[in-house]
């Protein structure tokens, strides 16, 4: 059974940072690109970053770049997203997810194993 578990989510105020973790287990981890999602009430689900298998190749949004990092550990099977320089705007739910690639077009439907979402809260 495939499970993924997002965490570090919170409250922080608007310039603050935030680290996620994603843990996966029941899957071949380096076996998949990973990326992270976030939705925010009434808006759509949207890619905000993936990494490649490897790690070799990283997209971000450009609401994102230059803020926000990405990074895997294939031997602990886990996915990190450094989030500095939060803005109002970044407040979502933000959501793990494995899937076969990693490109510019971060279709939510390219990516078939999904977290439960962790609450970002950036404060003005």
């Known amino acids: 059974q495939v499970q993924v578990v997002e965490s570090g989510g919170g409250v922080v105020q608007a310039g603050g940072s935030l680290r996620l973790s994603c843990t996966a287990s029941?899957?071949?981890?380096?076996?998949?690109?990973m990326g992270w999602f976030r939705q925010a009430p009434g808006k759509e689900r949207e890619g905000v970053s993936c990494?490649?298998?490897?790690?070799?190749?990283?997209y971000y949004a450009d609401s994102v770049k230059g803020r926000f990092t990405i990074s895997r550990d294939n031997a602990k099977t886990t996915l990190y997203f450094q989030m500095n320089s939060l803005k109002p705007e970044d407040t979502a739910m933000y959501y793990c997810?494995?899937?076969?690639?990693?490109?510019?077009?971060?279709?939510?439907?390219?990516?078939?194993?999904w977290g439960q979402g962790t609450q970002v809260t950036v404060s003005s």
């Open positions: 997810a494995a899937g076969p690639y990693c490109t510019t077009n971060m279709r939510p439907s390219a990516f078939g194993y």
């Open positions: 029941g899957l071949t981890f380096d076996a998949y690109a």
């Open positions: 990494i490649s298998r490897s790690g070799g190749y990283k």
